[in-house]
């Protein structure tokens, strides 16, 4: 039967839409934008709409080396619809999520077969980071499934004869087109990824050939078409200092820590195999191949190891580790984990003692967290200070001083996180289908319940009085204001104080706000470990900060006595 005109099809692409939305819209605008790349992306988004310029992607007013604007048009698009606020700069991953649940149907149906499709989406919906990354305002989700697509017509192309000339050429031209998409979101690092990958593949498979050169030059000019929609005019209106820049940024990223962001070279590992639980458990099952698995199978598990493998190690050498630097490796683990899951549910692969102690250690180490967590602070409420000599940061320590309002109820939440984990735990000995439909669905749940009721008190604890200090100065008529940062790197104050277009260039100038002659009152923000200087500055007054972070004024004309 034609999948196109499938009633069955349609159906779920109905239902796979409506369930969807409900997992990944609800709750994404009820706590503010976090520090540092979601607010420095909407702040782009913002400043779009402020200046004007949708060509240009700034920061601070300034043009902003460091991404291309496709995923700043999609927020534009939604903060023209919805407004310039939280839930506008979250909804393209919402959306992205319910576009790959969709791609991940339509990919398993085509692999395998209905049941196989709606195990992989309920494989990748229902684990932690992969689920979590669709709530939240930054570029990944979108880049990532551009490259995964992108490298799904490669593998499509390769599996085609050389007879099949024509649907070859297409499949290169649909591969070239979200590379391109993949580079016009976050930079080349997407045609990176899979022109690796690709390579990876032809070495192993020891074919050289597996695009010939009119494939290739189909995908490349088909890649170039599409990014030089904006590269190609910022060359023409910005000359080549543009692209200069641009690319030396990435590659200090490969050579140096970006503003602290280190850690080892495992750090990738670590992330993956605990932040995208329990599937990254379940992918242990389904790296090899078994006899009686298909050609199908086999070729699209090499390309998933391969694409998994190639992220893993290429992230791992890059110099700065921030978490979602590997979430493209998400996608092939999720394959590899259904597949897993499917071996299970079809009786194929029996559940080792190893994989279940790991499962049921991890699920018990979550749940005994969620519920202990609420009470321990609601115990211990107003009497912070004696557990803050534990935490070695200071600014840390000051975090946990501020007044969150626990009630202690929220540890409902985790207990029903770990009542369901426990009945799938206790399922899967007896009946394995419910069992692991339960252990999905449990994660789902802590996502639907926990996550709303936790983040907004844990936002206050990290950035809940610095955020409110901004936002008093969104009034500019009443304030006007130099707002800034001192001696740390954040995008907050320009985004919640609602920065005007710069007027005056030198208000950019930290030296000129310390010891210039201002015409507006200047506000700057530190951390408690950075203040000392500002303390002792005779131009400055301390007026607040009691939380992590201390808040220093001085005023419109104000000298030094000479």
């Known amino acids: 039967m034609n999948v196109l005109t499938d009633t069955s099809f349609r159906t779920d692409r109905i239902l796979i839409i409506l369930i969807s939305a409900i997992l990944f819209i609800p709750f994404i605008g009820s706590v503010h934008l976090f520090d540092w790349d979601e607010i420095n992306f909407a702040e782009a988004s913002r400043e779009m709409i402020m200046s004007g310029d949708y060509t240009h992607v700034q920061i601070n007013y300034e043009t902003f080396w460091e991404k291309p604007p496709f995923f700043f048009w999609l927020q534009v698009i939604c903060m023209k619809i919805f407004g310039v606020n939280e839930f506008a700069s979250r909804l393209p991953n919402a959306l992205t999520g319910i576009a790959t649940m969709l791609t991940l149907y339509a990919m398993g149906r085509k692999l395998e077969n209905r049941k196989f499709a709606w195990i992989w989406m309920l494989t990748y919906a229902g684990s932690v980071l992969p689920h979590f990354y669709f709530r939240t305002g930054i570029i990944d989700p979108v880049f990532n499934l551009f490259i995964f697509v992108s490298l799904w017509f490669v593998y499509r192309l390769t599996a085609l004869d050389a007879a099949q000339a024509k649907e070859r050429l297409w499949f290169a031209c649909y591969a070239g087109f979200f590379s391109g998409m993949a580079v016009l979101t976050k930079g080349p690092v997407g045609l990176l990824d899979i022109l690796l990958t690709v390579g990876v593949y032809m070495i192993?498979?020891?074919?050289?050939?597996?695009?010939?050169?009119?494939?290739?030059?189909?995908?490349?000019?088909?890649?170039?078409?599409?990014?030089?929609?904006?590269?190609?005019?910022?060359?023409?209106?910005?000359?080549?200092?543009?692209?200069?820049?641009?690319?030396?940024?990435?590659?200090?990223?490969?050579?140096?820590?970006?503003?602290?962001?280190?850690?080892?070279?495992?750090?990738?590992?670590?992330?993956?195999?605990?932040?995208?639980?329990?599937?990254?458990?379940?992918?242990?099952?389904?790296?090899?191949?078994?006899?009686?698995?298909?050609?199908?199978?086999?070729?699209?598990?090499?390309?998933?190891?391969?694409?998994?493998?190639?992220?893993?190690?290429?992230?791992?050498?890059?110099?700065?580790?921030?978490?979602?630097?590997?979430?493209?490796?998400?996608?092939?683990?999720?394959?590899l984990a259904a597949t897993g899951v499917e071996r299970l549910l079809n009786g194929k692969r029996n559940m080792n003692l190893f994989l279940f102690l790991?499962?049921?250690?991890?699920?018990?180490?979550i749940g005994f967290a969620l519920i202990a967590f609420p009470l321990l602070v609601k115990h211990y409420e107003g009497r912070m200070f004696e557990i803050t000599p534990y935490i070695k940061d200071p600014f840390a320590a000051a975090n946990f001083l501020a007044p969150v309002k626990w009630s202690g109820w929220e540890s409902l939440a985790g207990a029903a996180y770990l009542l369901m984990f426990l009945a799938a735990i206790y399922y899967m000995k007896k009946e394995i289908v419910r069992g692991i439909v339960l252990l999905f669905f449990s994660i789902i749940l802590f996502h639907e319940t926990v996550l709303p009721l936790f983040l907004?008190?844990?936002?206050?604890?990290?950035?809940?009085?610095?955020?409110?200090?901004?936002?008093?100065?969104?009034?500019?008529d009443a304030k006007p204001a130099y707002v800034e940062v001192f001696d740390f790197k954040s995008y907050a104050h320009l985004y919640y104080t609602d920065k005007a277009p710069v007027t005056n260039p030198k208000s950019r100038d930290i030296e000129w706000l310390l010891n210039g002659d201002v015409d507006r009152d200047v506000y700057l923000v530190t951390k408690v470990d950075r203040g000392e200087f500002l303390s002792k500055h005779p131009l400055f007054k301390k007026i607040g900060g009691q939380y992590g972070y201390l808040f220093y004024k001085r005023e419109k004309g104000s000298k030094i006595n000479e």
């Open 456 to 476: 907004p008190k844990i936002e206050v604890y990290i950035q809940g009085e610095v955020i409110n200090f901004y936002e008093s100065f969104q009034d500019r």
């Open 204 to 335: 192993v498979k020891r074919k050289f050939w597996v695009l010939n050169f009119k494939e290739w030059l189909i995908f490349f000019v088909t890649v170039g078409v599409v990014s030089v929609a904006w590269f190609g005019y910022e060359l023409v209106t910005s000359g080549p200092f543009f692209l200069q820049e641009f690319i030396t940024y990435q590659i200090r990223l490969f050579q140096t820590q970006d503003a602290g962001h280190g850690g080892p070279f495992y750090y990738h590992v670590l992330v993956i195999l605990f932040g995208c639980f329990p599937m990254s458990y379940f992918a242990f099952l389904g790296f090899k191949n078994d006899a009686d698995d298909k050609e199908v199978r086999k070729q699209f598990r090499l390309w998933s190891v391969i694409a998994f493998t190639v992220v893993l190690i290429l992230f791992s050498i890059v110099k700065t580790k921030i978490f979602h630097y590997s979430s493209f490796c998400y996608f092939p683990l999720s394959y």
């Open 358 to 365: 790991a499962i049921v250690i991890t699920g018990l180490i």
